[in-house]
């Protein structure tokens, strides 16, 4: 397995813009899909975005298609989310997510490692 720290989460206005990172270590990075995912109060934890090992393959949930962006540095050990066109729909813990396995990219079953979270709130 490997430790995930996420960072970049705060308080934003409807349709401002945050960028989250999760730092890796423990493991070879480039080996592992990278997920996000994020739980609302009262809901459940649902897919935001994924990212194959080498980068070349995301995955988006359709909700924030067109205006969250996944990306990775293997060479940092890093996987951002840049957040553009916040919604207060968007108002959540966001988990960073790893895993060796290159299936089951949208389901967290298929992710093995999990960060702390961190919590983006978006006020109207």
């Known amino acids: 397995q490997v430790q995930l720290v996420e960072s970049g989460g705060g308080l934003v206005q409807a349709g401002g813009s945050l960028r989250l990172s999760c730092a890796a270590s423990?493991?070879?990075?480039?080996?592992?899909?990278m997920g996000w995912f994020r739980q609302a109060p009262g809901k459940e934890r649902e897919f935001v975005a994924a990212?194959?090992?080498?980068?070349?393959?995301?995955y988006y949930a359709d909700s924030v298609k067109g205006r969250f962006t996944i990306s990775r540095d293997n060479a940092k050990n890093t996987v951002f989310l840049q957040m553009s066109s916040l919604r207060p729909e968007d108002t959540a813990v966001y988990y960073c997510?790893?895993?060796?396995?290159?299936?089951?990219?949208?389901?967290?079953?298929?992710?093995?490692?999990w960060g702390q979270g961190t919590q983006v709130t978006v006020i109207s």
């Open positions: 990212i194959s090992g080498s980068g070349g393959s995301t």
């Open positions: 997510a790893a895993s060796p396995r290159s299936i089951g990219y949208t389901l967290a079953i298929f992710y093995d490692s």
């Open positions: 423990g493991r070879t990075f480039s080996n592992y899909k």
